[in-house]
């Protein structure tokens, strides 16, 4: 099955830093990537995604990337606020699943 | 738009007792989902269904059970409840189409002693 690691566990940063967040994926097939934001006491949501006939997506401060051939895929934030504080989630489908593999999140701290 | 609904927020069991997570959702999706969050563990996979009369298991489905008689309705049962069992439950949905995203409900915490 899938196989998907994240990386770092935890981030912390000042308010106006970039964070990074890193996922690898196992299976060569998967084309959909999704991030989600959780925030303390909510679900999942999704804030962005990619899919493989793209190499870059951006919307407002966030960006994702992927790059196939290393099968890895990267949450991009600049200029972080306070509320971006949450736990993010990389997921990664394997190829024509309906089951999201999630990778084991991402707590990042903004600090004022 | 109410989305996935989890009942209820909160919930404290003695060990042995038995309890229905509910979960229902009002966007016709065929995928529904249960998930288990436990501290730096992430989201794992307890059960899921991919449209009514039909459900599978996940990665953790030991202890629990499933039934999905209806498109919008996907509990989730807790027959003889163990610490084991203390978790942030989440019940997920998406829509047929296999490259779209997951829709969470608000979470149940549920807390076994």
């Known amino acids: 099955g899938e196989n998907v690691e994240q990386h770092p566990s935890t981030l912390s940063v000042q308010e106006g830093d970039s964070a990074v967040i890193k996922c690898t994926y196992s299976?060569?097939?998967?084309?959909?990537f999704p991030w989600y934001k959780q925030e303390l006491g909510k679900g999942p949501q999704l804030i962005i995604d990619?899919?493989?006939?793209?190499g870059e997506k951006k919307d407002q401060r966030i960006a994702v990337t992927l790059n196939k051939t290393a099968k890895h895929f990267s949450l991009h934030i600049t200029e972080t606020q306070p509320e971006d504080s949450a736990v993010y989630f990389c997921?990664?489908?394997?190829?024509?699943?309906?089951?999201?593999?999630f990778g084991r999140g991402t707590s990042l701290i903004v600090h004022p | 738009n109410a989305g996935v609904t989890q009942t209820p927020k909160f919930r404290i069991l003695k060990i042995g007792q038995s309890m229905t997570l509910q979960c229902t959702q009002d966007?016709?999706?065929?995928?529904m989902y249960w998930y288990r969050q436990d501290p730096g563990m992430g989201l794992k996979l307890i059960y899921y269904?991919?449209?009514?009369?039909?459900?599978d298991k996940g990665e953790v489905p030991n202890g629990y059970n499933v039934s999905r008689s209806t498109t919008e309705d996907f509990p989730l049962r807790l027959e003889l409840a163990a610490p084991s069992q203390t978790s942030v439950y989440f019940c997920?949905?998406?829509?047929?189409?296999?490259?779209?995203?997951?829709?969470f409900g608000q979470g149940t915490r549920l807390t076994v002693v």
């Open positions: 997920a949905s998406r829509e047929f189409t296999v490259n779209t995203e997951a829709f």
């Open positions: 299976d060569s097939a998967s084309n959909y």
């Open positions: 990619i899919r493989s006939n793209v």
């Open positions: 997921a990664a489908p394997p190829g024509g699943s309906y089951i999201p593999t």
């Open positions: 966007m016709n999706h065929n995928y």
């Open positions: 269904s991919v449209g009514a009369g039909i459900t």
